[in-house]
């Protein structure tokens, strides 16, 4: 068993990995059963879905040039942000399978905004769109200088939302705020956010401001997903209940693929309110850089006097970051006590997984 030095009676001790627990005997950790991963979960990206999938259908629309297909390339594609100039227009609706966590699998409709396309979307295909709909993002190009026909557009689709689908979530992104200047941006966001929620009701809607050049896109999207993971409560338990574990300060837990934020917990205040979206961003790139030198990402570890932060594998589906504040932690104790975490918590990822949580005693 690796140990740090001593904290006194608060030693922190490796959880030890056994052939028949997936967690061992912890300082504070109960033994919890661990089953082997089902192999139709071992690759990422976009699948062939078997029977069990919990597919989510999720709408992407906005006028023709909103900046759609941008930010769907670069959240699921591994597209940088000078590289969406070479994009295209979509033409009619583009289908995607993208799966998250185990058997969450998100159907993205991205359906192209030209007028006509669009005029289609509310006649003869309203029927087919707007039906099983889980979540709409509807994007706004902030510069548009057609306002009112996109709010025109908006509302159509609010009204078939309404008709066919009432239960769905509404999610407006305010679009390219990177060409607002930096000082009106708050003013503007704001505006934009109010008459979009007036003109939802009865529905209800969580605006975003976004832009491909920084970490507010990651921000929206990783709230979206946040929405659509079956059991996040029960994910973010575990999650506390092993940052308490190995005495950690903050755990987040990032989807392998897309590098989205879906959970974290954190036992001491940030100044950073933005941190999250700011590692997603940075991690992504540094991923695709990797791969250009046909190298993979797997680990890093970052530590100075103050503190030291693991991004490491966590399950099939995810990475796992966790920073400690306890210098004298040796890095072999904290690598230990993710590697032993990884069976409890990709039997979590799946909607039929464990109810019971890592317990502290």
Known sequence: MARSRGRGAGAVSALPQNRDWGWGWGRRAEPVRAESCDPRWASLGRCVMPSTAMKKKVLLMGKSGSGKTSMRSIIFANYIARDTRRLGATIDVEHSHVRFLGNLVL?????GGQDTF???YFTSQRDNIFRNVEVLIYVFDVESRELEKDMHYYQSCLEAILQNSPDAKIFCLVHKMDLVQEDQRDLIFKEREEDLKRLSRPLECV????SIWD???YKAWSSIVYQLIPNVQQLEMNLRNFAQIIEADEVLLFERATFLVISHYQC????DVHRFEKISNIIKQFKLSCSKLAASFQSMEVRNS???????IFTSNTYVMVVMSDPSIPSAATLINIRNARKHFEKLERVDGPKHSLLMR
């Open 107 to 111: 159907n993205l409709w991205d359906c």
């Open 118 to 120: 669009m005029e289609n």
């Open 207 to 210: 605006c975003f401001r976004t």
């Open 215 to 217: 970490e507010t896109l």
């Open 268 to 271: 001491k205040e940030q100044r």
């Open 306 to 312: 103050n503190f030291a932060a693991f991004i490491d």
